[in-house]
Structure formats: structure tokens, C-alpha cells
């Protein structure tokens, strides 16, 4: 979800209560009750009526979800589950742009539940495959091997500015390696575009290939949710309040999305076949971490830019602080609003 890129410095201290024993008698085993203040439960019931109002929710939302799998991973280790306790906290390191200092602190919990669980080895390092020595060398004796480096990686930073009337927030930033193949991008977790007011939120959805998107009607008024932008086409059909429907998101591509009912209601979905990636903020500002060094191909979208702008960039073993990237604001209003058919709407849906 996005927006700032997610700048947390989390201090989370679980209380864990144990319960009581029966007086008197021997004991019997219990496995604790499950603490109240944990939920799964998106999207949170904060009122939105501002621009300001999105930008609050979905950071609360962001932290809401880093704060359940961080802290339901740890109740499940103290209680056995060790499989329960890896799959959360993986899902939680593949959180595009997680704080350091949470990936520090659930890192060496990670492994060690994963040891428990009886999970191979190999999982719990991935080096990189030992090179095969030149034809006619000597192979070297085992206690002279040395294990390779642990790749580092580093932040790029900066700021987007363009985008005219609307200015540069929301732009979509994100990065190709062009010096040697790059990973492939995780798809995202609990991704949910909600449609309120007659409004999509947020507005701009960045995600990586293969993501699935959940919509959600939250009104008190049937929505429906379509976009004619292939190959990511498709509609959600008419929903009532409370419905849901789901998407999976398999080609890279910026997908407009419309309802057939309000023609007024418009956002988008920016789909990227990269692993760094980011939204910027409302003031241009946009963050993305974990980025190995290397040469990239910087490309950054906006919806009021007629084209997408490219740059070439070179991130060393500090980084790149300081990113200047401008985007246009030349691109002209459509003609019409198209219904799901693409075809111009008629007068009296168009409210």
C-alpha cells in the first residue's frame, strides 16, 4: 500500500499471558487463548473524507498489517508452531520497503523457527552458485574454499517533481536491472482497493506482477469495478455493499479503473515486472530500499504524463540519495469516459 514507502521504527513488546493452572489438581496442558488485539481484518474502519484522510489510512493500514504478522509470528513460535511462525514472518520480510530495524529484530527469529519447523537448510541461506573453476586448474582443497560474499544492498531515494495541476503524487517509480539479470518480483500481500464515496482508494495502487487485488465495495450503493485496459482487462460485475471481488494482476501495464455506474469515479492500478519499486508521497519524495548496487533503468509513471520518463542510474554500495526525476503533465482528458464495452457512455449513466 504504499505512499511513503513505509518508514516505520517499530519498538514491538509482545506480553504474552500464559494461562492459570487449576488449584489443587493436577494440570492439564492449555494452549493459550488467542489475544484479543490481534485481526486480520482490512480494510480499518477509518473515516475518509480528505485527500489528507487516504494518506493517513493507508499508512495505518500498512502498520496495522506489519504489526499482526510481526507479532502473530511470535506468539506462534512461543507456543510450537513453528511452520505458522515462518509463514508469517516471510510474508512480512516480502513487504516491499520494511524498516531495517524490523527485519533485524525478525530475521534470526525467522531462522531459528525455521530449523524447528524441519525445513531444509538450503532455505535458510541462498549464496550464490560457486562459479566452475577454469579448465586445467587445480581444485582446491575443501578447507580452502571460502564461502561468497552475502550480496549487500542499499537504498535509492529522491524526489519527482512535474506532473502538472495535480503535482508529482502518486507518480510510480520503479527499476530495471541492466547490468545482469535481476530477481523476480514477490507478489505483494493484502492488497485492497476499496470503493467509498463514490470514490476508489487509494487512488494509485503500485504492484508487482502477479499480485492479486482485492475490490470492495463499501458504500451503501451498488459499484461496479471494470477496466478495458488488456491484458489486464476485466469487470467485476455489480456489487452490493460489503461484496468483494478479486483480481490477479499477471501482465506489467498501468490498468485504469471504472465503475459502469459513476462515470466520475476513476484510479489506477500500475502493475511493474521489477522488485524495486515505489509511490512517491503527495511532496514528490519517494523511497526504495533493498536495491542490490548495480545499473538501472529508472522508470517513473504519472497520470497526467503523456509518456513514461526513463533514466539510466548507477547505484553504488551507499546507494543513490538525492534522485532528481521529472515527470510530464502534458497528457489530454479522454474525449469521453468509456463504458465496459469501451463505447461512449449514455447521458443518464453518466452521473
Same mark, same amino acid.
Given at each position: 500500500?504504499?505512499?511513503?514507502?513505509?518508514?516505520?521504527?517499530?519498538?514491538?513488546?509482545?506480553?504474552?499471558?500464559?494461562?492459570?493452572?487449576?488449584?489443587?489438581?493436577?494440570?492439564?496442558?492449555?494452549?493459550?487463548?488467542?489475544?484479543?488485539?490481534?485481526?486480520?481484518?482490512?480494510?480499518?474502519?477509518?473515516?475518509?473524507?480528505?485527500?489528507?484522510?487516504?494518506?493517513?489510512?493507508?499508512?495505518?493500514?500498512?502498520?496495522?498489517?506489519?504489526?499482526?504478522?510481526?507479532?502473530?509470528?511470535?506468539?506462534?513460535?512461543?507456543?510450537?508452531?513453528?511452520?505458522?511462525?515462518?509463514g508469517?514472518?516471510?510474508?512480512?520480510?516480502?513487504?516491499?520497503?520494511?524498516?531495517?530495524?524490523?527485519?533485524?529484530?525478525?530475521?534470526?527469529?525467522?531462522?531459528?523457527?525455521?530449523a524447528?519447523?524441519?525445513?531444509?537448510?538450503?532455505?535458510?541461506?541462498?549464496?550464490?552458485?560457486? #562459479?566452475?573453476? %577454469?579448465?586445467?586448474? /587445480?581444485?582446491?582443497?575443501?578447507?580452502? $574454499?571460502?564461502? +561468497? =560474499?552475502? *550480496?549487500?544492498?542499499?537504498?535509492?531515494?529522491?524526489?519527482v517533481?512535474?506532473?502538472?495541476?495535480?503535482?508529482?503524487?502518486?507518480?510510480?517509480?520503479?527499476?530495471?536491472?541492466?547490468?545482469?539479470?535481476?530477481?523476480?518480483?514477490?507478489?505483494?500481500?493484502?492488497?485492497?482497493?476499496?470503493?467509498?464515496?463514490?470514490?476508489?482508494?487509494p487512488?494509485v495502487?503500485?504492484?508487482?506482477?502477479?499480485?492479486?487485488?482485492?475490490?470492495?465495495?463499501?458504500?451503501?450503493?451498488?459499484?461496479?469495478?471494470?477496466?478495458?485496459?488488456?491484458?489486464?482487462?476485466?469487470?467485476?460485475?455489480?456489487?452490493?455493499?460489503?461484496a468483494?471481488?478479486?483480481?490477479?494482476?499477471?501482465?506489467?501495464?498501468?490498468?485504469?479503473?471504472?465503475c459502469?455506474?459513476?462515470?466520475?469515479?476513476?484510479?489506477?492500478?500500475?502493475?511493474?515486472?521489477? #522488485?524495486?519499486? %515505489?509511490?512517491?508521497? /503527495?511532496?514528490?519524495?519517494?523511497?526504495? $530500499?533493498?536495491? +542490490? =548496487?548495480? *545499473?538501472?533503468?529508472l522508470?517513473?509513471?504519472?497520470?497526467?504524463?503523456?509518456t513514461?520518463?526513463?533514466?539510466?542510474?548507477?547505484?553504488?554500495?551507499?546507494?543513490?540519495?538525492?534522485?532528481?526525476?521529472?515527470?510530464?503533465?502534458?497528457?489530454?482528458?479522454?474525449?469521453?469516459?468509456?463504458d465496459?464495452?469501451?463505447?461512449?457512455?449514455?447521458?443518464?449513466?453518466?452521473?
Amino acid at each position: 500500500m504504499t505512499k511513503n514507502r513505509h518508514r516505520w521504527s517499530l519498538g514491538v513488546v509482545l506480553a504474552l499471558v500464559c494461562g492459570a493452572a487449576a488449584g489443587g489438581r493436577a494440570r492439564a496442558a492449555e494452549a493459550p487463548a488467542e489475544p484479543g488485539w490481534l485481526g486480520d481484518d482490512l480494510p480499518l474502519p477509518l473515516a475518509v473524507k480528505t485527500p489528507q484522510d487516504i494518506g493517513f489510512k493507508s499508512a495505518a493500514e500498512r502498520q496495522y498489517l506489519i504489526f499482526n504478522l510481526m507479532a502473530g509470528g511470535k506468539l506462534a513460535f512461543d507456543r510450537g508452531d513453528y511452520a505458522g511462525a515462518t509463514g508469517k514472518w516471510e510474508t512480512l520480510l516480502r513487504i516491499p520497503g520494511l524498516d531495517p530495524q524490523i527485519e533485524q529484530a525478525v530475521r534470526p527469529l525467522l531462522t531459528d523457527a525455521r530449523a524447528r519447523a524441519g525445513q531444509p537448510a538450503a532455505r535458510l541461506e541462498q549464496p550464490a552458485a560457486e #562459479p566452475p573453476a %577454469a579448465e586445467g586448474a /587445480a581444485a582446491a582443497e575443501p578447507h580452502e $574454499r571460502v564461502a +561468497p =560474499p552475502r *550480496r549487500t544492498t542499499t537504498t535509492v531515494s529522491g524526489s519527482v517533481t512535474g506532473g502538472g495541476p495535480a503535482g508529482p503524487g502518486g507518480a510510480v517509480i520503479w527499476l530495471k536491472r541492466l547490468d545482469e539479470r535481476g530477481p523476480r518480483p514477490t507478489p505483494a500481500q493484502n492488497q485492497i482497493v476499496t470503493q467509498r464515496e463514490k470514490t476508489f482508494l487509494p487512488h494509485v495502487l503500485a504492484i508487482p506482477v502477479g499480485t492479486s487485488v482485492q475490490f470492495r465495495n463499501d458504500d451503501r450503493i451498488y459499484h461496479n469495478v471494470f477496466s478495458i485496459a488488456k491484458p489486464n482487462d476485466f469487470d467485476g460485475g455489480i456489487r452490493a455493499t460489503g461484496a468483494t471481488y478479486v483480481k490477479t494482476f499477471s501482465h506489467p501495464g498501468v490498468v485504469q479503473l471504472l465503475c459502469n455506474i459513476h462515470a466520475t469515479m476513476n484510479a489506477y492500478v500500475v502493475v511493474v515486472d521489477s #522488485p524495486y519499486y %515505489a509511490k512517491a508521497q /503527495a511532496s514528490g519524495a519517494f523511497t526504495i $530500499r533493498n536495491v +542490490p =548496487p548495480g *545499473r538501472y533503468d529508472l522508470s517513473a509513471w504519472h497520470e497526467a504524463a503523456s509518456t513514461v520518463t526513463h533514466k539510466t542510474i548507477t547505484v553504488g554500495p551507499e546507494g543513490h540519495r538525492e534522485l532528481a526525476v521529472t515527470v510530464g503533465g502534458d497528457k489530454r482528458p479522454a474525449p469521453f469516459v468509456p463504458d465496459k464495452y469501451g463505447h461512449k457512455r449514455q447521458p443518464q449513466l453518466g452521473y
